[in-house]
């Protein structure tokens, strides 16, 4: 089965692509699209999902920004790593490798995670790179740790055994095979919330059933295991937080504790009806979001010192 989407849900033919060397030779899939000076955004996808996950916010970011997308390590064109390679550290690593390659030195940059690509920015937060291109950081549809344990997927009282159901779904080796009327539906009750339009529960469940398996269990593992709650704490760019209501792989009192833990938190936006693919199911909600942070935190920052020369 073909890794990537069909051409009609694609998201525009980037202006460049290029593959990236992360700290442990792994070579990460970046794409780059819109101007090349304009202000720029990065997108991290999350578990299981691809570049084509960001299609809305690459369709209309594009035409008046620097939008750069990667494919995490085993999803979409990245190759799947060899052993050692799953962590919360190989992540951070391949996000710093792509800021590196694609932002020049001390250029500010919107970063945008969503799901495990939340996760990813916050196991970078102590690191240099991050710091140095963080204008803002948007987190979507995220949680630090206990992810097994409050998890909603499983409808059962809130317990070790629950919590042991959960991690051996998420590390499950089973194949998902093609996409079909029932898979669809398992798809939806698991990540999505019940108004989904049917075309996006489709697009979704196509990204999905694209993930090598191999990807799919080993970073399954790790997502059981995680705990990068401390991390949060030292995420020190401006950071906005977006939950839906009906999300039961990362439910919303993981982005609140989270939004309460923040050092620069730019509050909570929870949005209702909508499960955890928040920038497929609530496209415009997120672009806006990151549409509001550039001008925040690029666009009138980059223009503050000119205004006073200006003057001057």
Partial sequence: MSRLLHRDDAPPVPASEQFVRSADGSRIHVELHGPKDAPAVVLAHGWTCN???????????????????????????TPEPGPGGYSPGALADDLEAVLAATLAPGRKAVLAGHSMGGMTLMAAARRPGLREHAAAVLLCSTGSDRLTAEALVLPMRAGAFRTRLTAAILGSGAPLGPVTPVSRKILKYVTMGAGSAPERVDACARIVHACPRRARVGWGHVLAELDEAASVRELRAPTAVIAGTEDRLTPPVHARAIAAALPLGLGLTELTGVGHMTPMEAPEAVTAKLRELVTRYVTERTAAPAEKEDVA
Avoid: E, N
């Fill in 51 to 77: 570049t084509h996950f960001w299609a809305a916010q690459i369709r209309d970011l594009a035409a008046d920004h620097r939008v750069i997308a990667y494919d995490q390590r085993g999803h979409g064109l």
